[in-house]
């Protein structure tokens, strides 16, 4: 099944096959460039980021009692809800040409009687008015206020719970009122002070916080792939029906001649990916030792293997070659997609990105992310030896099967 000597003799043969089209060869590796460099300058220039605009959202205080006087105060003169919303107060009048004129996503109103109803024990409403040119703002501002009014009805709860047993109480009403303020007062810096009224999650995006550097590290991932794919390609099938039937009768398998044409499309294409990323290495000034450039090499070894043998799969089983060339760059196709390389997997659906982990190009991808951005030390390995492992035998039960199938 394995005879070196006949995997060395095809390797030749697949290198004189190479020489005698070296003519087409610069153009088939130039033209890839070109339209990838052409799609990921459009992409970065979507991808970099503007300065951040903060949401503005306007407060108009109708109650005016000493209470919303001072909630009102505080809101606005610190900054209590991070620094993507900023709070301003308005009259009303103030609030609607802000709406109008596009300065602010929306006003928050606190009614008159406000502070006379949570303490008697009415219904509060806190009305928000929403730009109808900014709905994405506006629906965030709503949910903020949704969390309010949520502490807002607990504090109702205890003001009225502590009034009940108060004005049982020799207590004169001044007292009184003033005992229900200090317990409003209480309670509001209590929650303002316990935690953030919005909780702010930074999640690292590399489309967005070096985009640059990203769709570069994915462009030549990509195009390492269409080289790779290009090679193999042109060391298709040349000999007729007639010759392959002659070579199998001195003991030429498909598995040797595959696993030739393999060698011969992976040394090539290492070589021009290693240059692809020395390349890039250099433009974008990365710090990177030896080491690294061993962990780069095994996994992109890794994925060129794994790739090739879902090449060779589809050469054996379809026997059209022009449905098996359009099978493979679909195949191609779909690979490059889910890895991540064409549009960042943070995008993907949640139902897709269950099964991201288990893909050989995903995994491939995240980790030259985490070794050439992040600067990891580690990689795991272990995922992609096993998709190699069930590769390589999968192709070794097809093309005994298809040996058979021939004999």
Known sequence: MFSIRRMIFFIRQYQ???QKKWKS????????ILI???CFFVLVSLFIPDEEQPIHVGLVDLDQSDETTMLVGVIDDA???GSYIHINNYSEQEAIRALEDGIASAYITFPENFTSDL???KSVEVPIVGNPDKPVESYIIKELIDSMTRYIASAQANILTIDHYASQLPIADDERQEM???QFNEFMLFTLSKDKVIKEEEIMNKTTSAPVQYYSLSGWFILSTIWILCIYILLGKTEGTSMWNRMRLYGVTILQRIISRILISMFYGFILAMLGFLLFVTIMDIEFYLIDYGRISLLISLFFLIFLLGLSLMDIVINSNKFS????ITYTGIVLFMSGAVIPSLYFPESVKVVLPYLFSTETFHWLIEVAMEGRLY????SLFISFAISLVVLIVISMWKERGQS
């Open 119 to 121: 303490y008697t024990g």
């Open 79 to 81: 900054s209590l809800l």
């Open 325 to 328: 060339l359009l099978i493979q």
């Open 16 to 18: 004189k096959q190479l």
């Open 36 to 38: 990838i460099s052409l």
């Open 180 to 182: 229900l303020l200090q």
């Open 379 to 382: 990689v795991d390995y272990s």
């Open 25 to 32: 060869l610069p153009l088939l590796l130039l033209f890839p």
